[in-house]
């Protein structure tokens, strides 16, 4: 079975014959591939960065914890990039995974919080690795307002609306106290935001169209602690 044939969520099922993999663009991935794409992504930025031109389907499997069997399989859409002992083309690969994932180009960020979390978001490269850049920071505090933060001065949170359409931003990252995440969460709904990548505890409520992504490092340890003691 081909990365294609168990690629679709819409239809459940194969994907046309001569789109190279990729499929039409109606065609949603289904959550577990999505999901393992994205694992592979991450590693494979990582050692593109290191420097490595390429990577086997076993040293894959080391770094995502998917076995390699299932890494070969979702990847046979790739299969000229894959050569027998020598592995995958780190460049080629990343960016297969990412026009399938659709993330392929800039997706610009807005950032609230210029704390602690906020100040170390922005003056790291971990979104700007993935084509996601912080083109915005919004603070409460008058004392921040002006704040070279990151790649941006810190603005307040009125000018969130005409900024999410002047920077056609898609995401909001919230890295503020918890009791301030849901009124941030409404207003970036107000402004039109579909993606919230949430740092903080709250439990945001949201329209169906918005995702929200909660960032908690305890739980994803509590799922690692799961698979090492069963
Ligand atoms: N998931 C994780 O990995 C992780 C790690 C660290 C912190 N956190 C969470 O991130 C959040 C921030 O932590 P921190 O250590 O940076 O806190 P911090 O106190 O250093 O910074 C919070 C910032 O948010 C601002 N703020 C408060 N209310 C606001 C509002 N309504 N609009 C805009 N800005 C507002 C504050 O002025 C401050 O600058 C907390 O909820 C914390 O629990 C999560």
Redesign the pocket.
């Known amino acids: 079975m081909s990365f294609g044939d168990v690629a679709t969520k819409a239809d459940g099922g194969g994907l046309p014959p001569n789109d190279g993999g990729l499929g039409p663009l109606s065609d949603r991935l289904s959550l577990g591939v999505a999901a393992r794409l994205s694992r592979y992504l991450q590693v494979l930025t990582q050692a593109r960065k290191m420097g490595k031109e390429t990577i086997s389907s076993q040293e894959l499997s080391e770094y995502t914890h998917v076995n390699s069997t299932q890494i070969r399989r979702d990847l046979s859409g790739f299969g000229k990039f894959g050569k027998r002992g020598v592995g995958y083309n780190v460049d080629s690969l990343v960016s297969q995974i990412r026009k399938i994932l659709r993330t392929s180009g800039q997706h610009n960020i807005a950032l609230?919080?210029?704390?602690?979390?906020?100040r170390a978001i922005a003056g790291s490269d971990i979104f700007a690795d993935h084509g996601f850049r912080v083109v915005a920071v919004?603070?409460?505090?008058p004392a921040?307002i002006g704040d070279q933060v990151g790649p941006a001065k810190v603005l307040h949170?009125d000018d969130l609306k005409l900024v999410v359409d002047e920077e056609d931003i898609v995401v909001g990252v919230l890295?503020?106290?918890?009791a301030?995440?849901q009124?941030?969460a409404d207003k970036l709904v107000d402004a039109g935001v579909k993606i919230i990548f949430n740092?903080?505890?709250a439990l945001l409520q949201v329209p169906p169209e918005v995702t929200v992504h909660t960032?908690?490092?305890a739980v994803d340890l509590l799922y690692a602690l799961y698979f090492y003691l069963t």
């Open positions: 609230f919080g210029a704390g602690h979390l906020g919004f603070d409460q505090d921040k949170v890295a503020v106290p918890t301030a995440a009124e941030l740092y903080s505890e960032s908690s490092p």
